[in-house]
């Protein structure tokens, strides 16, 4: 089945340390999305990609990293840096920017 | 940076009622998308809106793209349980940039 999975659906991690949560799609998308979802709020872009080997910060890309180095996988580093980095995380991905995003299931991360 | 909120933020119904979300973007956009998030899940897609002045229906679902391209709004007639969820306007400003997702709009039902 075509789609975008992120993996894992749950993760907890200790203050101070990075994790890296994982995108892929097989839906041969060239444009991809990570978003931050705190409780009751919308979603904010942190980083976008276009292409392979390119990619934008968003609106709040302070204390996030990520990589394009495959057109099918976008994973997105969540560092020390991050001030405040439990959230719900959504990846997602679209032909063209601007055109319908499919969402994965997101990544519930917890720092503790 | 380009803005777009949602009002209401929150919105109570009784199973029968109608229901309706505005969306107001700071620029003119080049089109507009409506998702859908149920409690738990992911956003899911409904519907893009392309033309000044588009009006789209799926069922009972009624979406509007302003004369303007800087609002659209989304009108559920007669709502039912299962039309729970977060409503989400996201909007596109042209020139391969990113989407913009607004504040969304939390629609309970009520029996």
């Known amino acids: 089945d075509g789609g975008i999975t992120q993996s894992p659906k749950y993760l907890f991690r200790k203050e101070g340390q990075n994790v890296t949560l994982s995108c892929e799609q097989n839906l041969n998308h060239d444009a991809m999305y990570w978003y931050r979802q705190d409780p009751g709020q919308g979603l904010r872009l942190i980083y976008y990609s276009q292409i392979v080997n390119d990619f934008q910060k968003g609106d709040i890309a302070e204390g996030y990293s990520v990589s394009r180095e495959k057109k099918e996988s976008f994973p997105l580093t969540v560092t020390s840096a991050q001030k405040n980095p439990t959230a719900f995380y959504l990846c997602a991905s679209s032909i063209t920017p601007n055109t319908e995003a499919f969402f994965g299931q997101g990544t519930r991360l917890t720092v503790v | 940076g380009q803005q777009v909120m949602q009002i209401p933020q929150y919105q109570h119904v009784q199973e029968g009622e109608d229901f309706t979300t505005y969306c107001n973007s700071s620029?003119?956009?080049?089109?507009i998308q409506w998702y859908k998030q149920r409690p738990g899940g992911h956003p899911v897609f409904l519907i893009q809106l392309v033309k000044s002045g588009e009006v789209k229906k799926q069922k009972r679902l009624t979406f509007q793209f302003g004369e303007a391209k800087k609002n659209s709004s989304l009108h559920i007639t007669a709502t039912q349980t299962t039309d729970v969820g977060t409503y989400f306007c996201a909007g596109g400003a042209g020139g391969g940039n990113k989407l913009t997702f607004g504040t969304g709009t939390q629609l309970k039902v009520e029996l």
């Open positions: 620029t003119t956009l080049s089109n």
